[in-house]
């Protein structure tokens, strides 16, 4: 079975840093693109961030440019988020989800659990 | 504000059909695929319809989409009671260069 188990969630004060980790299993990990989608509490969806298959394409949300950092390790088959200047805005439940295809234009098909931000001083 | 426009909330009687609207522009719907996830209460979402008609294995024939120009629609038939939850539609959007979501839609089966 496929499954996305993300980690790296915690509280932490604005300003700061924070690394989010994605392991995948049950498929071929460098045959897909993976993105970041997040939800802040209550309110709705926000895709954050995607990176293709080998990493040679990247896109990121104008509200996460310049500050969050997507990149993945296929010989680990594990995808990150590297977060900084972390803002209160920023506090949300971080989903990892691979895609449908190779390239940054496929779309979410399988989803993780979440790893919770927590933004505050 | 979303990109994409749906009513913040559906609702229906079991066996009842509902549609849930997602509006967008020519650079999202207008030209690329429409997407539509639904997230149960207190889990992480799920894809329900893809490439705007399609459904994945598993996903039962109650649940269709459709899209004409830069509008689409999720319809559910026979509504069920474990059909109430939050449902989402995406796109690529190719001015932004990223993926864009709507609001969210929270259906109630009545």
């Known amino acids: 079975d496929v499954q996305l188990v993300e980690s790296g969630g915690d509280l932490v004060q604005p300003g700061r840093s924070l690394r989010l980790s994605c392991a995948a299993s049950?498929?071929?990990?460098?045959?897909?693109?993976m993105h970041w989608v997040r939800q802040a509490p209550g309110k709705g969806l926000e895709w954050v961030s995607v990176?293709?298959?080998?990493?040679?394409?990247?896109g990121y949300a104008d509200s996460v440019k310049g500050r969050f950092t997507i990149s993945r390790d296929n010989a680990k088959n594990s995808l990150y988020l590297q977060m900084s200047s972390l803002r209160a805005e920023d506090t949300a439940f971080y989903y990892c989800a691979k895609a449908s295809g190779t390239m940054i234009t496929a779309a979410f098909d399988i989803w993780g659990q979440g790893t919770m931000v927590t933004v505050s001083s | 504000q979303s990109v994409l426009t749906q009513p913040p909330s559906a609702s229906g009687t079991p066996g009842q059909r509902v549609t849930i609207s997602c509006s967008g522009s020519s650079s999202n719907i207008g030209s690329n695929y429409v997407y539509w996830y639904q997230q149960l209460p207190g889990t992480a979402p799920k894809l329900l319809i893809y490439?705007?008609?399609q459904r994945p294995s598993g996903v039962p024939d109650r649940f269709s989409g459709s899209k004409s120009g830069t509008s689409a629609s999720l319809a559910i038939s026979g509504l069920r009671s474990e059909d109430e939850a939050n449902y989402y539609c995406?796109?690529?959007?190719?001015?932004?260069?990223?993926?864009?979501f709507g609001g969210g839609t929270k259906l109630t089966v009545l």
């Open positions: 049950g498929f071929t990990f460098d045959d897909y693109a």
């Open positions: 995406s796109a690529w959007d190719d001015s932004l260069s990223g993926w864009v």
């Open positions: 490439r705007n008609n």
């Open positions: 990176i293709s298959w080998n990493g040679g394409s990247i």
